[in-house]
Nanobody, 116 residues
Framework: QVQLVESGGGLVQAGGSLRLSCAAS????????MGWYRQAPGKQRELVAS???????NYGDSVKGRFTISRDNAKNTVYLQMNSLKPEDTAVYYC??????????WGQGTQVTVSS
């Protein structure tokens, strides 16, 4: 059965760092692109970073230069290293893959709160 389990969120001061992890099961992880999304209160969910099966990465303009996405196919895990965090980065963060997004499946997410 499909499962995406995000972890690593927390409360951090502006300028700090966090590393998020997402463990995937029930999918062919190594052949799937993966993405990190976030949803702030009152806002739509947005894609902030993605990584292809081959390791090519893309970032949203608001996080470029501050966030780094990576993957470990041996562990079926995708990571998001977040540096120089800003209060506007406060959101629930989710990982997902395009196939599951189309199917409407989401994990529980992990809360990131950045205080000013």
């Amino acid at each position: 059965q499909v499962q995406l389990v995000e972890s690593g969120g927390g409360l951090v001061q502006a300028g700090g760092s966090l590393r998020l992890s997402c463990a995937a099961s029930g999918i062919s992880f190594s052949i799937n692109a993966m993405g990190w999304y976030r949803q702030a209160p009152g806002k739509q969910r947005e894609l902030v970073a993605s990584i292809s099966s081959g390791g090519r990465t893309n970032y949203g303009d608001s996080v470029k230069g501050r966030f780094t996405i990576s993957r470990d196919n041996a562990k079926n895990t995708v990571y998001l290293q977040m540096n120089s965090l800003k209060p506007e980065d406060t959101a629930v963060y989710y990982c997902n893959t395009p196939l599951l997004v189309r199917g409407g499946y989401w994990g529980q997410g992990t809360q990131v709160t950045v205080s000013s």
